[in-house]
């Protein structure tokens, strides 16, 4: 059974920081990864998908990156802004299971003025 | 070009009864999925639905069930509501043609409250 957490569960930075969240699975047999955004009591909002044979996606000021054999992935925030405060969340779609994601529980962020 | 669109927004029922959620999957997609997010939690798999068929259902009681119509759409139906199904209620829709690895797109979804 495939298994995500993200750690921290929660974080507060000051404006303009660089910042890093992690996302770890256990079953590395996985088709690939995506790095969502959900702001409180709305859907979510799609940042970037790592195909399992990719090591990064980058969009704007957001990299993500992928070691799939080590079961981790980071989600790099560079510069960040208030309007960057929201919950992040990570899913990944396990081969075997393709047709499911698999979450994990979110890192909420707040990005302090 | 429309996004995924979930029906209704908001809405209260009490224990027992029946609710019906409706989803119109982004253009072009021909592929929906449904999830349960509890508050505090990350979404949970219900099930998926492709060319009007249940293809794959997660960990949910036969008191979840599903439709898919010939134009894509579908409905969740939750039978004698349990005060545990207060939920924010997602679908997400894909194209088949992307592939099991295609990506998903995620409607704002219907929040939930059973009292």
């Known amino acids: 059974k495939q298994e995500v957490t993200q750690i921290p569960a929660a974080l507060s930075v000051p404006e303009g920081e660089n910042l890093v969240l992690n996302c770890s699975f256990t079953d590395s047999a996985i088709y690939n990864l995506q790095w969502f955004r959900q702001d409180p009591g709305k859907g979510l909002t799609s940042l970037l998908l790592i195909q399992s044979s990719q090591r990064e996606q980058t969009s704007g000021r957001l990299n993500a990156s992928l070691d799939k054999s080590s079961g981790r992935s980071t989600l790099y925030i560079a510069a960040s802004q208030p309007g960057d405060s929201a919950t992040y969340l990570c899913?990944?779609?396990?081969?075997?299971?393709?047709?499911?994601?698999?979450f994990g529980s979110g890192t909420q962020l707040t990005v302090l003025p | 070009d429309a996004g995924v669109t979930q029906s209704p927004t908001h809405l209260i029922k009490t224990r027992g009864q029946q609710v019906t959620l409706r989803c119109s999957p982004k253009?072009?997609?021909?592929?929906v999925s449904w999830y349960q997010q509890a508050l505090g939690q990350g979404p949970q798999f219900i099930f998926q639905?492709?060319?009007?068929?249940?293809?794959q259902r997660g960990n949910f009681p036969d008191r979840f069930s599903g439709h898919q119509f010939p134009n894509y759409s579908s409905e969740l139906n939750v039978n004698a509501l349990l005060l545990g199904d207060s939920a924010l209620y997602l679908c997400?829709?894909?194209?088949?043609?992307?592939?099991?690895?295609?990506?998903?797109?995620f409607g704002e979804g219907s929040r939930l409250t059973v009292l």
């Open positions: 253009s072009g997609h021909d592929t």
């Open positions: 997400a829709s894909s194209a088949l043609t992307g592939g099991l690895t295609g990506e998903l797109f």
């Open positions: 639905y492709y060319e009007e068929e249940e293809r």
């Open positions: 899913a990944v779609k396990r081969a075997g299971s393709a047709r499911q994601l698999t």
